[in-house]
Structure formats: structure tokens, C-alpha cells
């Protein structure tokens, strides 16, 4: 791997694709940065009512009324509806840190290769630089004919050719995730039942000793090996709800085998 700079002032010939609900927090803030970068913005917004649809238009952005189909589906889909061929891949509440927009001017969109950007995530007011949070490198800048999103129901990932290049940008892809910390247990609970759902499509089972061992391990990875306690009160939060996430996700496993055999 390696890393790409510059700051030549033009945007770039790609398309900004974004999924969104309820997005009014963050979405004016990302819009305001991808206007520096991207010739064309697509935002699929699945029935916001909080204002969102509003800051879209200001922005001049193109707004699609998309029902949600899956975070793959609907990505896949907006990168259909894309007029150039390389695809900017950002969430809602993403916002380019100017480091990393002189770093996207300057990409030579080379085939065969994507560009990384380096996530940095905010946790109730303080950056989470461990807790596995970070360096967290994202793929977000790809030709949508050598790569789409595998369909996956929650943490959606890329498939990416074998031997493609990636390529580091400089700079931070700023994520302001939660408004707040009952927003972060409403996403743990979000996800613990996306994970349940997928490994019940999988036809996957839960095992009793991986129900009752995996929450502690996850906890001792995020608190001590991947240092969460050096991110103090935010740190202990996270570790912890990690913990209880995959508890619920195997809860919500079981119950949903259970309820498939009308016991």
C-alpha cells in the first residue's frame, strides 16, 4: 500500500453516493465538503422527515425517494444511478477533513486500483483514537465496474478483484456517528439484530460455550488489547456495549430458531 497527495484545486470526475434517513444532524456538513471534491452527488434518502430531503435540495444535490432495500442493495443501486463510472462512497455523517480533500483532487483514478480513507469516529464529544476504532482504513473510492457491495445485511464490505492496488489517501474521514449515548445503545441494538438475522440466513446456530465466552472476550479485545482504556468514561462505554452486542445478537439468534421450529 501506499499514500497519494496533492492539493491541485479542481473536483474530481466521480460521484459522490450517499444512503441516508433522518440524516438532518450531519448530512449539511458532508454535503458542504463533497461539493469540493465530486462532480456529482446522489443521495438515496429512504422517507426522512426530520428535515433532510430540505438541506439535500439547498445543496443542489440529486435526491432520490428510495425505499430502503439493504444497505448493499441500496448502495449498489445508487451507484447504478451514477454518471461517471468511479463511485465516492460516503455515509451521512462522514464529513472530509480538508487534509483529505487536497488528497482526493489530486488521484489519478488509475485502473485497477481504489483509494482508502482513513476513518476517524467521535464518541459523545471526544475522538476515539483506540477500542479498535482506529486507524480504521475504509475502501470508499472505487470504479463501480471492478467493484460493488456484497450483499450483506449489516457492516457491509466491498469485493474488491484479487490483485487490485490500494492505494492510502492522507487526511481523516471524520465520522460523527452518535448525537448521543442512548443513539450509540439504539445502533448496538440496531446491529445485534442484523447480525442474528444474517447468521439465521446463513443457517448458522449459536453454541453454549461461544454464548457465554465471546461477550467477556469481546470486552477484555476492546478494553485491554486494543487499548479502550486509554479513551477513559468513553473507552469503559464502548467496551462494554460491545460486549453486550454480541450477547443479544446470539440472544436474538436463539429466539429466532426458536420461533422457526414453533417451540
Known amino acids: 500500500m501506499e499514500y ?8 474530481l470526475p466521480v460521484t459522490a453516493v450517499i444512503i441516508c434517513h433522518n440524516a438532518a444532524r450531519t448530512i449539511g456538513r458532508c454535503l458542504e465538503t463533497l461539493a469540493k471534491v465530486a462532480e456529482e452527488v446522489i443521495v438515496l434518502d429512504s422517507d ?5 430531503k430540505e438541506i439535500c435540495l439547498e445543496y443542489g444535490v440529486k435526491l ?10 441500496t448502495k449498489n443501486l445508487g451507484n447504478e444511478m451514477a454518471r461517471h463510472d468511479w463511485i465516492l462512497s460516503i455515509d ?18 488509475s485502473p485497477g486500483t481504489v483509494y482508502a480513507l482513513d476513518r476517524l469516529t467521535e464518541f459523545c464529544g471526544r475522538w476515539i483514537y483506540h477500542c479498535g476504532w482506529y486507524p480504521e482504513w475504509k475502501v470508499r473510492l472505487f470504479n463501480r465496474k471492478e467493484v460493488f457491495w456484497k450483499d450483506e445485511l449489516v457492516h457491509e464490505t466491498l469485493h474488491i478483484p484479487e490483485h487490485t492496488k490500494v492505494v492510502r489517501l ?4 471524520l ?34 460455550w461461544k ?25 469503559w462505554i464502548i467496551s462494554k456495549r460491545n460486549a453486550w452486542m454480541v450477547w443479544k445478537r446470539y440472544q436474538l439468534l436463539d429466539e429466532m430458531w426458536e420461533g422457526s421450529t414453533g417451540q
Request: no cysteine; charged share 30%; aromatic share 10%.
Open 170 to 173: 492522507r487526511g481523516k474521514l
Open 175 to 208: 465520522h460523527y456517528s452518535f448525537a448521543d449515548e442512548q443513539d450509540h445503545l439504539k445502533r448496538m441494538e440496531k446491529y445485534a439484530r442484523l447480525g442474528a438475522e444474517e447468521l439465521f440466513r446463513k443457517g448458522r446456530r449459536t453454541p453454549l
Open 211 to 235: 454464548k457465554y465466552l465471546s461477550p467477556p472476550a469481546r470486552f477484555i479485545r476492546t478494553y485491554f488489547l486494543k487499548l479502550g482504556l486509554l479513551d477513559g468514561k468513553a473507552g
Open 92 to 109: 451521512a455523517d462522514e464529513v472530509l477533513s480538508d487534509e483529505l480533500i487536497a488528497s482526493l483532487r489530486n488521484v489519478s483514478l
Open 48 to 52: 426522512s422527515d426530520d428535515g433532510t
Open 64 to 73: 432520490v425517494n428510495q425505499p430502503f432495500l439493504g444497505y448493499s442493495a
Open 4 to 11: 497519494q497527495r496533492s492539493e491541485i484545486p479542481e473536483k
